[in-house]
């Protein structure tokens, strides 16, 4: 097994390395997106819309259950397959950008990956509005060469166009939805109406010819909607659909009520992370009650909830008044553009600390690396480049925390490092934060926070391999930098086992 980021700086990826192959995979002449690009922010403004003007997406998520329905899909809304007691599965999130990033990710992915009986996609399969088209270079070519198949729950990327390249591809519908009744004229939804981004004419013409990469028997599935649940051997997985707010619907909050009852163990998969960051996000139900209370419901018996969203692994174990441990984990490094982990505090969240926390990139590699981007990017390179080592030891001294993984020499903590630090958002002990009033880290992580860019490994990408028995469920978050060393034999960066049985 190869090295990994909290054994030496080679296992993230850093120093001289083999670039991988996975350029070799890469169509010519794809779009990056970049997120200052006032096309792309257009693009993407219906997230912006329904803040200001009511979110549309419950009702809209009802028309497509209904039609699917309509054409025979299971009421339940349950996928029942038939694995063995002892199988394994991908997790896989927020992927669809269709750079580096993501296609770097594809190597490991396929190795690591080889034997597995499917994978599921946790949030965000399309860049920048899940466009039919985009499904081409960004998913059908990427995956080509998994030989099972994908299920998927959208994220409000995949919203930005009503849902409708996503239900077209994964759920086998030809169309979009056809118009609703225009509301009334000057309210609040008529103008939202008038501002939406919907499909454009012809979308999806490219469908038929980019499904022929995957078209092999055994990579087929059609699910029943943005939502849905699969019986795998003895365990139940949970998908939920949380549209553009990061909310669920009371039409799925009842479903979700329904088919999380009863002995079975189970996983949730939802486009919104319920513990991240340092923080708690139960996810509220309409008319009343939030995803989390369901799931540490003793009578569900979920053991994990694991969720997209946000571009980088997180995980925190948090022991329940019952004694169980649900394994909360945020599993976003599937392609998209990382996001930074240096900017979390120190972790105190319902029990879970610094002792039991886990990310990766590691905070002092997350550091490192924006360092660099934004080095490069104001051309003061020796001013704001910090070395892993450097960024390590500042992290250290912010937190209050030993170094993750030892350096050789320790960096030295200067004024210029603490600067850098500082003004990249550089998470602290919550003690000491409440002394600052400058929104530092907000006003970074929301606004600085850069979207795609061209830059070389380490890309600090990840996905999960769960290896399901009828006793317990080991969950890996496996590394992928770009580079050939990584690709061979993708480095365990966390590992848990999660007991089936009490």
């Given at each position: 097994?190869s090295?990994?980021?909290?054994?030496?700086?080679?296992?993230?990826?850093?120093g001289?390395?083999?670039?991988?192959?996975y350029?070799?995979?890469?169509?010519g002449?794809?779009?990056k997106?970049?997120?200052?690009?006032?096309?792309?922010l257009w693009a993407?403004?219906?997230?912006?819309?329904?803040?200001w003007?009511g979110d549309?997406?419950?009702?809209?998520?009802s028309?497509?259950?209904?039609?699917?329905?309509a054409a025979?899909?299971?009421?339940?809304?349950?996928?029942?397959?038939?694995d063995p007691?002892r199988?394994s599965?991908?997790v896989?999130?927020?992927t669809?950008?269709?750079?580096?990033?993501?296609?770097a990710?594809?190597?490991g992915?396929?190795?690591?990956?080889?034997?597995?009986?499917f994978?599921?996609?946790?949030?965000?399969?399309i860049?920048?509005?899940?466009?039919a088209?985009?499904?081409?270079d960004?998913?059908?070519?990427?995956?080509?060469?998994?030989r099972?198949p994908?299920?998927?729950?959208?994220?409000n990327?995949?919203w930005?166009?009503?849902?409708?390249?996503?239900m077209?591809?994964?759920?086998?519908?030809?169309?979009?939805?056809?118009?609703?009744?225009?509301p009334?004229?000057?309210?609040?939804?008529?103008?939202?109406?008038?501002?939406w981004?919907r499909?454009?004419?012809?979308?999806?013409?490219?469908?038929?010819?980019a499904?022929?990469l995957?078209?092999?028997?055994?990579q087929?599935?059609?699910?029943?909607?943005?939502?849905?649940?699969?019986?795998?051997?003895p365990?139940?997985?949970?998908?939920?659909?949380?549209?553009l707010?990061?909310?669920?619907d009371?039409?799925q909050?009842?479903?979700?009520?329904?088919v999380s009852?009863g002995?079975?163990?189970k996983?949730?998969?939802?486009?919104s992370?319920?513990?991240?960051?340092?923080?708690?996000?139960?996810?509220p139900?309409?008319g009343?009650?939030?995803?989390?209370?369901?799931?540490?419901?003793?009578?569900?018996?979920?053991?994990?909830a694991?969720?997209?969203?946000?571009h980088?692994?997180?995980?925190?174990?948090?022991?329940?008044?019952?004694?169980?441990?649900l394994?909360?984990?945020?599993?976003?490094?599937?392609?998209?553009?990382t996001?930074a982990?240096?900017?979390?505090p120190r972790?105190?969240?319902?029990?879970?600390?610094?002792?039991?926390?886990?990310c990766y990139?590691?905070?002092?590699?997350s550091?490192?690396?924006?360092?660099?981007?934004?080095?490069?990017?104001?051309?003061?390179p020796r001013?704001?480049?910090?070395?892993?080592?450097?960024?390590?030891?500042?992290?250290?001294?912010?937190?209050?925390?030993?170094?993750?993984r030892?350096?050789?020499?320790?960096?030295r903590?200067?004024r210029?490092v603490?600067?850098?630090a500082?003004?990249?958002?550089?998470?602290?002990?919550?003690?000491r934060?409440?002394?600052f009033?400058l929104?530092?880290?907000?006003i970074?992580t929301?606004?600085?926070?850069?979207?795609?860019?061209?830059?070389?490994?380490p890309?600090?990408?990840?996905?999960?391999?769960?290896?399901v028995?009828?006793e317990?469920?080991?969950?890996?978050c496996?590394?992928?930098?770009?580079n050939?060393?990584?690709?061979t034999?993708?480095?365990?960066e966390?590992e848990?086992?999660?007991?089936?049985t009490?």
């Amino acid at each position: 097994m190869s090295n990994s980021s909290r054994d030496t700086a080679e296992g993230a990826g850093w120093g001289s390395a083999e670039r991988g192959i996975y350029r070799r995979l890469m169509p010519g002449g794809t779009e990056k997106v970049f997120w200052l690009d006032p096309r792309m922010l257009w693009a993407a403004r219906n997230g912006v819309l329904v803040c200001w003007l009511g979110d549309p997406t419950g009702r809209i998520r009802s028309r497509w259950t209904a039609r699917r329905a309509a054409a025979g899909a299971p009421a339940d809304k349950v996928i029942r397959r038939d694995d063995p007691d002892r199988f394994s599965f991908l997790v896989i999130g927020d992927t669809g950008e269709g750079g580096e990033p993501q296609y770097a990710v594809v190597p490991g992915l396929l190795n690591a990956g080889r034997d597995t009986r499917f994978a599921v996609l946790a949030s965000d399969v399309i860049y920048p509005v899940g466009s039919a088209d985009d499904y081409a270079d960004k998913f059908f070519r990427p995956y080509a060469g998994y030989r099972a198949p994908i299920y998927a729950i959208p994220g409000n990327h995949d919203w930005y166009e009503d849902l409708a390249g996503f239900m077209r591809v994964f759920c086998g519908e030809r169309a979009p939805l056809p118009p609703e009744e225009r509301p009334r004229p000057l309210t609040r939804a008529w103008l939202r109406s008038l501002l939406w981004h919907r499909p454009r004419p012809g979308d999806g013409e490219r469908l038929a010819e980019a499904r022929a990469l995957r078209s092999a028997p055994e990579q087929q599935a059609v699910q029943p909607g943005p939502y849905w649940a699969i019986d795998a051997g003895p365990i139940r997985i949970v998908g939920i659909d949380t549209g553009l707010l990061g909310t669920v619907d009371a039409e799925q909050g009842a479903w979700l009520r329904e088919v999380s009852r009863g002995p079975r163990p189970k996983i949730l998969v939802t486009g919104s992370p319920l513990y991240v960051d340092g923080a708690h996000h139960p996810c509220p139900i309409e008319g009343g009650g939030t995803v989390d209370e369901i799931v540490r419901d003793p009578d569900h018996h979920y053991v994990a909830a694991i969720g997209g969203d946000i571009h980088n692994y997180q995980r925190y174990p948090v022991r329940l008044p019952d004694g169980r441990t649900l394994q909360y984990v945020v599993a976003g490094g599937g392609g998209a553009f990382t996001h930074a982990t240096h900017t979390i505090p120190r972790v105190d969240v319902a029990g879970v600390t610094e002792r039991d926390f886990r990310c990766y990139p590691l905070r002092g590699d997350s550091l490192a690396f924006y360092s660099a981007l934004y080095g490069r990017r104001l051309r003061l390179p020796r001013l704001f480049t910090l070395t892993e080592a450097e960024a390590s030891a500042v992290i250290a001294e912010r937190l209050g925390i030993g170094p993750t993984r030892p350096t050789d020499p320790p960096g030295r903590v200067t004024r210029r490092v603490r600067l850098v630090a500082a003004l990249l958002g550089t998470g602290r002990r919550p003690d000491r934060a409440k002394r600052f009033r400058l929104p530092v880290r907000k006003i970074y992580t929301q606004v600085f926070s850069p979207g795609s860019a061209t830059y070389s490994p380490p890309f600090f990408k990840s996905f999960l391999r769960l290896d399901v028995e009828p006793e317990r469920i080991r969950l890996r978050c496996l590394a992928a930098t770009g580079n050939r060393a990584q690709e061979t034999d993708p480095p365990v960066e966390d590992e848990v086992i999660i007991p089936l049985t009490r």
